[in-house]
């Protein structure tokens, strides 16, 4: 019993803190994605047992200056090319680093994304921040994650990958997808942005990529011997434990949101 009700204030103080943060504005939607970024990295490397040393650092930087052009370029119109340029720079040496599959992961799972993920706060509302797509996609989430492990605990009996994540079942994956489409309906009236046809396509999108980056990172838990990715969030492990599904999630949501908008 106290191990889930500090499982759910945990929860409830993140949904506040995600909420409040992408709805009051850019600039603390953005220290939001900074920190989450910044104490990722930590745990990806700590999980790995290796230092940030000088060539791990070369990708923590690139990947700090992307998030960095991505901000100014949205809030100021600042210039591209200069921090780009040095993020480049940054990078070349990374595909020869020794440990380069975990220097390429820090810019490719964890910079990228949560830069698609701030970029989506920009996708609907002509050139001003609106907080409603990204907290959108982060309800989706949060619903699926919910909705699967209900139906897992009812209704599972056939294991989905039970060398990797023992406890996922093919019922809950499947009950949390179409329960999640089916609530995702009611975003529009709820977030005052977009329509079915928006935010359907993008619950079944977050319901599939969503599970690949759970599992992905159960896979990487397991390689490291490690049981939660940190301690920082009581009852949920570490951030990669709880924002593993947006770092596979956030690319594919915003390249689908730009398409759909070009769409009559």
């Not at 990374?94 to 706060?121: C, D, H, S, T």
């Not at 994956?173 to 995702?184: I, M, Y």
């Not at 599939?208 to 397991?222: A, P, T, V, W």
Request: proline letters at 5%.
């Amino acid at each position: 019993m106290k191990e889930l009700f500090i499982r759910s204030a945990t929860g409830i103080l993140i949904i506040a803190t995600i909420g409040g943060a992408l709805m009051w504005g850019p600039h603390s939607a953005f220290a939001l994605v900074a920190a989450v970024y910044a104490g990722s990295v930590m745990e990806f490397y700590r999980m790995h047992r290796v230092s940030l040393r000088k060539e791990n650092l070369l990708a923590v930087g690139a990947g700090a200056l992307f998030l960095l052009q991505v901000y100014l370029t949205l809030n100021f119109r600042f210039h591209w090319m200069p921090l780009l340029a040095c993020a480049m720079l940054l990078a070349m040496p990374l595909p020869w680093l020794k440990e380069k599959n975990l220097a390429l992961q820090v810019i490719f799972w964890l910079a990228i994304p949560m830069a698609a993920m701030y970029a989506l706060g920009w996708t609907r509302s002509f050139g001003h921040w609106s907080g409603s797509m990204p907290l959108g996609l982060m309800i989706l989430l949060w619903l699926n994650d919910s909705l699967a492990y209900l139906f897992g605990s009812v209704l599972g009996s056939h294991a989905l990958a039970p060398r990797i994540s023992p406890g996922k079942t093919w019922e809950g994956f499947f009950g949390g997808l179409l329960s999640t489409a089916a609530l995702s309906v009611l975003l529009p009236s709820v977030l005052g942005v977009g329509n079915w046809k928006l935010w359907l396509p993008l619950a079944v999108l977050t319901g599939i990529l969503g599970l690949l980056g759970d599992l992905h990172e159960s896979r990487l838990k397991r390689r490291c011997q490690v049981k939660d990715s940190g301690r920082l969030l009581p009852g949920h492990g570490g951030l990669l434990d709880r924002f593993d599904s947006l770092f596979f999630v956030s690319v594919p949501s915003f390249l689908l949101v730009m398409f759909l908008s070009l769409l009559p």
